[in-house]
């Protein structure tokens, strides 16, 4: 029987095509075409060309926005709940210790600051400083960790009675919004009266 000739598998298929060299020219070009990008980009934004400038609308946006970011302040840790972890901002935390001061009568709050416990993995830990609450987390300047201590400065009205008993008073309502509405249950509150303020004047009743 004649020999049927065998596909010889040693010999390399010269139809087959290696896209490397190619791929590797267009990955070449496209990398050439972005410095030449960010290079014309520097320039006219060196040259102060409009065309590359942030609009007044767009500048006047971010501003806003880094206000707003800096009214709110930190992330401030709570208790887990059984659904997870959550954070307030610690301009909420301030909103509420000063509406439950000022539901207080013959109290006005004026300010309130902050001591925070470690943050738990990081081992780094905030307390506040005479300028308000200032902190040194390793993982994120702008996260503190749960409430320990709260430092609530405020007026009296002038002619109270009983100053020491106005104190214990506002630190029942403030540790009971804390535990009730954050679940804060071991938070320390300081009361100091820095002030006296005078009644408030009812308004006098119209002739008819």
Not at 1 to 30: F, G, K, L, S
Not at 34 to 49: N, P, Y
Not at 85 to 91: C, K, R
Not at 185 to 200: F, G, K, N, Q, S
Request: charged fraction near 25%; aromatic fraction near 2%; proline fraction near 8%.
């Amino acid at each position: 029987m004649p020999d049927h000739d065998q596909p010889d598998h040693d010999q390399p298929h010269h139809d087959q095509h290696d896209p490397a060299p190619e791929d590797d020219a267009a990955t070449a070009r496209y990398l050439d075409l972005i410095r030449a990008v960010h290079t014309e980009w520097d320039e006219l934004e060196s040259a102060g060309d409009s065309s590359v400038q942030l609009s007044a609308g767009a500048l006047s946006t971010i501003k806003e926005s880094v206000r707003a970011d800096a009214r709110h302040g930190a992330h401030v840790h709570m208790p887990p709940t059984p659904a997870g972890p959550f954070t307030v901002s610690e301009l909420t935390l301030r909103t509420l210790v000063r509406r439950t001061i000022d539901a207080v009568p013959d109290a006005r709050a004026l300010r309130t600051t902050f001591e925070y416990a470690d943050t738990g993995p990081t081992g780094s830990s905030a307390s506040s400083g005479s300028s308000g609450s200032t902190a040194s987390f390793g993982s994120s300047a702008r996260s503190r960790g749960l409430p320990t201590r709260a430092s609530c400065r405020l007026s009296a009205r002038l002619g109270t009675p009983d100053l020491p008993a106005l104190a214990d008073e506002v630190r029942a309502a403030v540790r009971l919004a804390c535990e009730t509405d954050l679940g804060l249950t071991d938070l320390t509150v300081d009361i100091h009266i820095e002030d006296l303020h005078a009644p408030r004047q009812s308004p006098a009743p119209r002739e008819h």
